[in-house]
């Protein structure tokens, strides 16, 4: 079932929205539902939970506005509920000075959890940047993620990409924090 129609982003607004966000299990729920709609027993088994534990899950993503019915279905008189990502990206706000950033968090757990023998890219590199050539890095960055995200296929296996451009705090900022 296609989500052609699902607007494009989604703005995290509310603290019921990033508390819903900021849990690992329904990040890795959101990820099974960012291609195609799944039921609570597909996205149980996705995401290795026990079906009760998926569906509190799922509420708490739909109570949220994260997510939502996109199809019902009558299965052997029992109604079954399609999900889906209700944008095709959620925009999390700036975690602000010293807060968490919940998606390199979860980035790094999902990073931790993969296969060790699977194929992975990771790099870090340190860049001495004009503020032009920063913001032209940030776009070209967005573009080209934006345009792997269209040409991605729900029948391949996932592949996460994770980038995060920014200037760190000054060592002499860093050194006067940890007094």
Known sequence: MPTDDLPETFHVTTDDQLR???NLTRHRIMAVLRFEPATITQIAERVGLAKGSSSYHVRLLERAGLVKVVRTRKVRGVTERYYAMAARAIVLPDPGEGGPDVLMRHAVADLE?????GERHVRMAHLRLTDE?????????????????ELSDPSLPDASLVFVLFHPSSRKQAEGDAK
Do not use: H, I, K, T
């Open 20 to 22: 819903a966000v900021s």
């Open 113 to 117: 959890a993969a296969p060790v023998d």
């Open 133 to 149: 050539q920063f913001a032209e890095l940030g776009a070209r960055l967005q573009a080209l993620a934006d345009e792997y995200r």
